[in-house]
């Protein structure tokens, strides 16, 4: 999460108001971008926990691409567009972290349930 406030620090200061940027050919809503940018980060989170190759190969941003009918072009020009709007972005990255605080939040909660069972499953064996 902390690299998500990082990012929209990066793209605030690096918005420059003398050089406007088009609006892409291929817009993208920003509740599209909310859902391409919560599955990017979701995607590369499952990235970093798998330690072999072909995990890591599974889980590749074409998924994405594919998924939202796009290519890497796209996705950059419209992120290069959202970003010279800094309020814009802004507005669009907390919904992403609060939909990313939610998806943690569940996470937690079958994991504590699961321990518990878990714990339960012990006790009755013993």
């Known amino acids: 999460m902390k690299k998500l406030f990082v990012l929209i620090g990066f793209l605030v200061l690096s918005c420059d108001t003398n050089s406007a940027v088009t609006k892409p050919d291929v817009f993208l809503s920003s509740e599209k971008m909310e859902n391409i940018l919560y599955d990017l980060t979701v995607l590369k989170a499952i990235k970093t926990s798998y330690n072999n190759h072909e995990g890591k190969a599974l ?17 950059a020009q419209n992120q290069l567009y959202y ?6 972005s802004i507005v669009l990255y907390k919904r992403v972290d609060q939909r990313l605080k939610k998806a943690k939040d ?19 064996v013993f």
Not at 66 to 74: E, F, L
Not at 83 to 88: F, N, V
């Open 106 to 124: 569940s996470i937690d909660q079958l994991l504590k349930k699961q321990a518990e069972l878990k714990d339960s499953i012990v006790e009755q």
């Open 83 to 88: 970003a010279q709007s800094p309020k814009e």
């Open 59 to 75: 889980f590749n941003d074409n998924y994405i691409y594919r998924k939202y009918n796009i290519d890497s072009t796209i996705l």
